[in-house]
């Protein structure tokens, strides 16, 4: 396992070009394993994220890495071929921000990519909405292109500290329990509509902060407190 360390915006290896890679001469095994071992590092860590770029590790290479909800791909040498007339706003951060904030930004509503696999295989292949504004965001690290630049008339919004992480062992004394109402988000770390309402979920919290706990439960891990809610799936 090679955990790497992310790095973060300001640092002019992120505004870098990534080069080709040569299936044959790159050791693309080690690329993609430190890929997948940071990326999992990350989502426990934070509490979302789906992909990660081989230049956000240090890797100046033109190599991604998705894996969420049972789905992995990996693209090797990846270029859009074709966008969509159509585009659509949509909140977004990165592992490279620390996820300290969430910027609204524009992207194309559909994209086309080619691009190689881990089989070394090409690939073509449609990406519509999430997974569309997600692989621009990947592509767009190869290019030294950051979210940031895309955010539109500085739309912004932080986290606030006062979200409360529940689990099934604190769930009772803070839901049921508790002395305030408790508006709870269930969510899953790769789950893509829950990265488009958490922006909303601190925007909340920090208004009405002093009248209601606001509090998430990763719904993959604290399974019982999701039960209890009365939620059916």
Not at 122 to 128: K, L, Y
Not at 196 to 217: C, G, H, L, T, W
């Amino acid at each position: 396992m090679s955990v790497r360390n992310i790095l973060m915006i300001g640092n002019e290896f992120l505004r870098k070009k990534a080069e080709n890679i040569d299936v044959v001469k790159d050791p693309v095994e080690q690329y993609i394993q430190d890929l997948s071992d940071t990326l999992h590092h990350i989502q426990k860590e934070k509490k979302i994220g789906r992909a990660i770029a081989g230049p956000q590790i240090g890797y100046l290479k033109r190599i991604i890495y998705m894996e969420a909800e049972e789905q992995k791909i990996t693209m090797i040498n990846p270029q859009i071929i074709k966008k969509s007339l159509e585009t659509f706003e949509v909140w977004d951060s990165c592992f490279s921000a620390d996820v300290a904030f969430f910027g609204k930004t524009l992207r194309y509503k559909a994209i086309t990519v080619v691009y190689i696999n881990e089989n070394q295989e090409e690939i073509h292949e449609d990406f519509t909405d999430d997974l569309s504004e997600l692989f621009q965001h990947e592509i767009d690290h190869l290019e030294g292109i950051l979210f940031t630049d895309h955010i539109i008339n500085n739309q912004i919004i932080m986290p606030s500290s006062e979200i409360k992480d529940l689990d099934d062992s604190n769930w009772e004394s803070n839901v049921e329990k508790g002395s305030k109402p408790v508006f709870v988000m269930f969510y899953s770390p790769t789950c893509a509509f829950c990265k488009q309402m958490e922006p909303y979920f601190y925007e909340y919290s920090n208004d009405f902060k002093d009248k209601v706990i606001f509090a998430r439960v990763n719904a993959m891990i604290s399974y019982p407190s999701f039960l209890k809610s009365g939620i059916i799936v």
